[in-house]
């Protein structure tokens, strides 16, 4: 397994080169930055938070959020040390991002964009109630019989009460989840956009940032932004103040 090197981190982030991010859309983009609820509403470019995404993915920092958290708290007691300020950009998705010090946005050019909806299968998770089987399709299919005849068993049993079987039923449940598929899928309406012309997103950066940027383009630029459907090519240039 390849290492990840975070020594960016230990500098202090030098904001003084600046640089054109220019994404270029391959399939429609659904970039969505708040928690929704029963429809997912696109921004019309990226927020800052996305970019640090894509820029985190493309250098191949791959890490999982109670890593993210572990770094996060020790990034927060060396910018201490350092005398600097540390802002948690924690609104939204649980997504830690850690690069959001080391560029800005100066300007995004938003081109006239093509809108519509559409249906997403939305991961759903329900390990703590029976509820869940209302969603899943598929469980092993050697536990079909023993899971027909347990339930049959609580919900036949005629001494018990109805909250007392769904209690039942739950905990037999929760007993055999492994038995079941973890996640199942329900129909999202989900708005995409298909931009006319690539976005273009000027920036102030850290040079040491930018150089690694540059380099993993050279390597990797299967990107995507928003989700992971909303597939994109990526070009990153500086230029003069």
């Not at 909250?163 to 055999?176: G, V």
Request: charged share 30%.
């Amino acid at each position: 397994m390849k290492n990840i090197d975070l020594t960016i981190l230990k500098k202090k982030p030098e904001l003084d080169t600046r640089a054109k991010v220019i994404i270029e859309p391959l399939a429609p983009l659904s970039m969505v930055s708040d928690l929704p609820g029963s429809f997912y509403k696109s921004l019309r470019s990226p927020n800052k938070k996305m970019l640090c995404g894509l820029f985190e993915n493309l250098i191949g920092w791959h890490i999982d959020i109670a890593d993210r958290t572990k770094i996060q708290k020790d990034l927060i007691k060396h910018r201490k040390k350092q005398k600097i300020g540390y802002n948690k950009p924690q609104s939204g998705s649980t997504y830690i991002p850690l690069l959001y010090e080391y560029f800005d946005i100066e300007m995004i050019t938003v081109p006239p964009a093509i809108h519509y909806n559409d249906l997403w299968s939305r991961a759903y998770r329900r390990a703590d109630t029976i509820k869940h089987l209302g969603g899943t399709r598929f469980m092993d299919g050697y536990f079909i019989k023993p899971w027909d005849k347990l339930t049959s068993e609580i919900e036949n049993n005629k001494e018990i009460s109805s909250k007392e079987k769904t209690n039942q039923l739950d905990k037999s449940f929760k007993e055999h989840i492994g038995k079941f598929a973890t996640f199942y899928s329900s129909p999202t309406p989900r708005e995409y956009i298909i931009p006319n012309e690539p976005i273009e997103i000027n920036l102030t950066i850290d040079p040491k940032l930018l150089h690694t940027i540059k380099e993993s383009i050279l390597i990797n630029n299967n990107m995507y932004m928003g989700n992971s459907e909303g597939w994109i090519n990526l070009k990153v240039k500086e230029y003069e103040k």
